[in-house]
């Protein structure tokens, strides 16, 4: 079946600097991927839906300059958070095929 | 904004025993994924249900999908430690293929 690897499965940074995720789709092609972020004890929350060679669409109160979101091949969508800080620390999460999730990055800024 | 209201929030029951799951909306959803998630992991798909009415069964798990789509359960029949876990049902939105809202998720606890 459709694997989605995402990758590091944790990260933690100091407030101010900025981190970068992976998703890759390992055994299909994915011209679609999405991100999605969990708090503790909450549900998944869609942050924005990226598309292959084109600008990501990022959903009502996401700021895109602060998650930069990059899809460069049909395999690989990379999350950057830029200028993180402690209220950024979450579960990020990828999907493609799009029901196939990845494993998760925690994240915890310092 | 579809909102999926999820009940119950958790769930301790024995092994056994059944238990059902309901995920509500007021909205229609294309439609209805079922979820299971582990600590520190994302959510693994256990079912995708599209028409409405439909049912879906995966070993002790039954899955419906409501007549008007917009609510679906999960039941599972003499549950057993190894179905204990986070469930979450997801609708996918309408004319927004693969943007899914999330309920809040059943905590299920099977104990022996």
């Known amino acids: 079946g459709a694997v989605v690897s995402q990758h590091p499965s944790r990260v933690i940074c100091k407030s101010g600097t900025s981190v970068k995720i992976e998703c890759r789709s390992l055994d299909f092609q994915a011209t679609t991927m999405f991100w999605y972020r969990q708090f503790p004890k909450q549900s998944l929350m869609l942050m924005a839906t990226s598309n292959e060679g084109s600008k990501a669409t990022y959903e009502q109160g996401v700021e895109k300059d602060k998650f930069l979101i990059n899809h460069a091949s049909l395999t690989l969508s990379t999350l950057t958070v830029t200028s993180a800080h402690p209220e950024d620390s979450s579960f990020y999460i990828c999907?493609?095929?799009?029901?196939?999730f990845g494993s998760g990055t925690r994240l915890t800024v310092v | 904004t579809q909102l999926l209201e999820q009940s119950p929030q958790f769930l301790s029951i024995q092994e056994g025993e059944n238990l059902t799951v309901y995920c509500n909306s007021s909205s229609v959803f294309s439609s209805l994924q079922w979820y299971r998630q582990e600590p520190g992991e994302g959510p693994v798909l256990l079912v995708t249900?599209?028409?409405?009415?439909e049912v879906k069964k995966l070993k002790r798990l039954t899955f419906q999908f409501g007549d008007a789509r917009k609510d679906s359960s999960l039941h599972i029949t003499a549950a057993q430690t190894g179905d204990t876990g986070l469930y979450l049902c997801a609708g996918e939105v309408m004319s927004s293929w693969g943007k899914l809202q999330f309920g809040a998720g059943t905590q299920v606890v099977v104990t022996p």
């Open positions: 249900v599209v028409t409405g009415g």
């Open positions: 999907s493609a095929n799009p029901y196939t």
